[in-house]
């Protein structure tokens, strides 16, 4: 079970728009809806921004969105504020001919200028 | 509210094992598969298997198999994950974190585990 790919940094100044890719196979990414968004500020536990590929839980700002294509997933976040600066994570389950379960990406680090 | 709580953090020598424990409360703790995640310092999420709290069946990673052992009290809402053979770079936050919708919406705070000799 590989790790899926992610840029290990992405910025942008307040008010701006980013998108974090997140490139898996068609093991994992491209094989099943089942992406998924984590935010994880320092020394606190992950928060899930996004499930299912592009659906938000409740509580969380219609600013965050998701999207996958082929292989690829992507995380938009608009109108960047202050307290988006993290690390961001995708996930997706993933299935082998020998075993199933989850992967993560190595995880992007937003700076927000 | 859904809440999940976990055990202090721990100091072990190589090769000894170690023991989370996360309890489970403001839902059916049976209903919802519970996953184990960890991160080393500085380092990214490895996900590491999960439970069914119901039937007590198990997925690992293929990385931890042999040497993780994950299991469950239906009688006090706790699942726990055991890893044996610890080596140094076993040294991580251990999370437990509650499934839905094939997504982890619920964690716990984390258990610092860390081995040193």
């Known amino acids: 079970q590989s790790a899926l790919t992610q840029p290990a940094s992405v910025s942008g100044s307040p008010g701006q728009s980013i998108t974090i890719s997140c490139t898996g196979t068609?093991?994992?990414?491209?094989?099943?809806?089942?992406v998924s968004w984590y935010q994880q500020h320092p020394g606190k536990a992950p928060k899930l921004m996004i499930y299912?590929?592009?659906n938000r839980p409740s509580g969380v700002s219609n600013r965050f969105s998701g999207s996958k294509s082929g292989n690829t997933a992507s995380l938009t976040i608009s109108g960047l504020q202050a307290e988006d600066e993290a690390d961001y994570y995708c996930?997706?389950?993933?299935?082998?001919?020998?075993?199933?379960?989850?992967?993560f990406g190595g995880g992007t680090k937003l700076t927000v200028l | 509210q859904v809440q999940l709580v976990q055990s202090g953090a721990e100091v072990k020598k190589p090769g000894a094992s170690v023991k989370v424990s996360c309890k489970a409360s403001?839902?059916?703790?049976?209903?919802?598969?519970m996953h184990w995640v960890r991160q080393a310092p500085g380092q990214g999420l490895e996900w590491m298997g999960r439970?069914?709290?119901?039937?007590?069946?198990?997925n690992y990673a293929q990385k931890f198999q042999g040497r993780v052992t994950m299991t469950r009290d239906t009688s006090i809402s706790t699942a726990y994950m055991e890893l044996s053979r610890l080596r140094s770079d076993d040294t991580a936050v251990y999370y437990c974190?509650?499934?839905?919708?094939?997504?982890?919406?619920?964690w716990g705070q984390g258990t610092l585990v860390t081995v040193s000799s």
């Open positions: 996930s997706s389950y993933t299935s082998s001919s020998t075993l199933a379960g989850w992967v």
């Open positions: 974190a509650r499934e839905s919708s094939s997504s982890l919406g619920y």
């Open positions: 068609s093991s994992d990414v491209g094989g099943y809806n089942y």
């Open positions: 439970i069914n709290p119901n039937s007590g069946g198990t």
């Open positions: 299912e590929v592009s």
């Open positions: 403001g839902y059916t703790f049976t209903g919802y598969y």
